[in-house]
């Protein structure tokens, strides 16, 4: 196969934290969080046109997406598969389709990443849920909703220990905190609690 030149100026951006060839270890990585979607699968509906483009320009679009997933992610496994495949249909197949699968698996594995760390139940519950729906319900728990959940189990952290602390000063700096935001509700538990006397 001719090999397909791409400029240095397109790629430098984009290639130095990609690599390129995947390793065993990756592959074993994200072959145990699932599968490609299969070459008959629809497209995004709100996916982007790549037929007009060049062979180059697929290529960083590709390497764009793999330099923007951690190592071992399913993107970087499928997007090396699609450039090692050489064809501009693979690639065009990866962007318009397979990269949606490979989102949502590395998100799932990101939600189950979470859930075992034993975090709270409002964490858990919303975890949980999450696991039980699509693609943009993942998204929505790791960008949205694990934060909210979070500030609700620290709430709840928050009104226990101010049950079994009687200490005036030490309530009174607890309902400080829950008068603030989630980052005053944070900062209480992991550093105002010890710092009242």
Same mark, same amino acid.
Do not use: C, W
């Given at each position: 196969m001719?090999?397909?030149?791409?400029?240095?100026?397109?790629?430098?951006?984009?290639?130095?934290? =990609?690599v390129?060839? @995947?390793?065993?270890?990756?592959?074993?990585?994200?072959?145990?969080?699932?599968?490609?979607? @299969?070459?008959?699968?629809?497209?995004?509906p709100?996916?982007?046109?790549?037929?007009?483009m060049?062979?180059?320009?697929?290529r960083?679009?590709? *390497?764009?997406?793999?330099?923007?997933?951690?190592?071992?992610? @399913?993107m970087?496994?499928?997007?090396?598969?699609?450039?090692?495949?050489?064809?501009?249909e693979?690639?065009?197949?990866? *962007?318009? =389709?397979t990269?949606?699968?490979?989102?949502e698996?590395?998100?799932?594995?990101?939600?189950?990443?979470?859930?075992?760390?034993?975090?709270?139940?409002?964490?858990?519950?919303?975890?949980?849920? &999450?696991?039980?729906?699509?693609?943009a319900?993942?998204?929505?728990?790791?960008?949205?909703?694990r934060?909210?959940?979070?500030?609700?189990?620290d709430?709840?952290?928050? *009104?226990?220990?101010?049950?079994?602390?009687?200490?005036?000063?030490?309530?009174?700096a607890? @309902?400080?905190?829950?008068?603030?935001?989630? &980052?005053?509700?944070?900062?209480?538990?992991? =550093?105002?609690?010890?710092?009242?006397?």
């Amino acid at each position: 196969m001719k090999p397909v030149r791409v400029s240095a100026v397109a790629v430098a951006a984009v290639l130095a934290p =990609v690599v390129l060839l @995947s390793s065993p270890a990756m592959a074993d990585g994200a072959a145990g969080r699932g599968t490609v979607a @299969s070459a008959t699968a629809s497209a995004s509906p709100a996916a982007k046109d790549y037929s007009h483009m060049s062979m180059d320009d697929l290529r960083v679009e590709v *390497l764009s997406l793999m330099g923007k997933s951690p190592e071992g992610s @399913s993107m970087r496994l499928y997007g090396n598969r699609a450039l090692n495949k050489g064809t501009a249909e693979a690639l065009i197949e990866f *962007l318009q =389709v397979t990269q949606y699968t490979a989102q949502e698996e590395d998100d799932r594995f990101a939600v189950l990443a979470i859930l075992g760390k034993n975090p709270g139940r409002s964490v858990k519950e919303a975890a949980s849920k &999450a696991l039980d729906g699509n693609a943009a319900g993942l998204r929505y728990f790791l960008e949205t909703g694990r934060e909210k959940a979070q500030e609700q189990d620290d709430r709840f952290a928050i *009104l226990r220990l101010m049950a079994q602390n009687p200490s005036e000063k030490f309530r009174t700096a607890a @309902s400080k905190a829950l008068d603030g935001g989630p &980052a005053a509700v944070r900062q209480f538990l992991e =550093v105002g609690q010890y710092q009242v006397h």
